[in-house]
């Protein structure tokens, strides 16, 4: 179900990724900017920037790959690829 206003940050972060691997265009609908990529990529960057999340497209979120998020020092990852 698309979210009736714009997702930012973790929630943002956590639709984005759910939602990666059907692209960018159904992503941003779902998300809540329905054809606004532009904004959509730029909101994403930030809120990935923000979690200390690399990301230079979409595909960067698709789970699989060991994820990393720095908070104030404190580095929160899983203990095998299977969990997070």
Do not use: W
């Not at 920037?49 to 020092?73: N, P, Q």
Request: charge should be negative; hydrophobic fraction near 35%; charged fraction near 25%.
């Amino acid at each position: 179900m698309a979210s009736s206003t714009r997702l930012t940050g973790l929630d943002l972060v956590d639709c984005a990724r759910a939602n990666a691997k059907q692209g960018i265009e159904e992503a941003a609908m779902l998300c809540g900017y329905g054809s606004d990529l532009n904004g959509f990529r730029s909101e994403l960057k930030q809120a990935c920037d923000h979690m200390r999340i690399e990301f230079h497209e979409l595909s960067d979120l698709i789970k699989g790959e060991s994820i990393s998020v720095g908070l104030d020092g404190v580095t929160v990852e899983p203990d095998s690829s299977g969990e997070l």
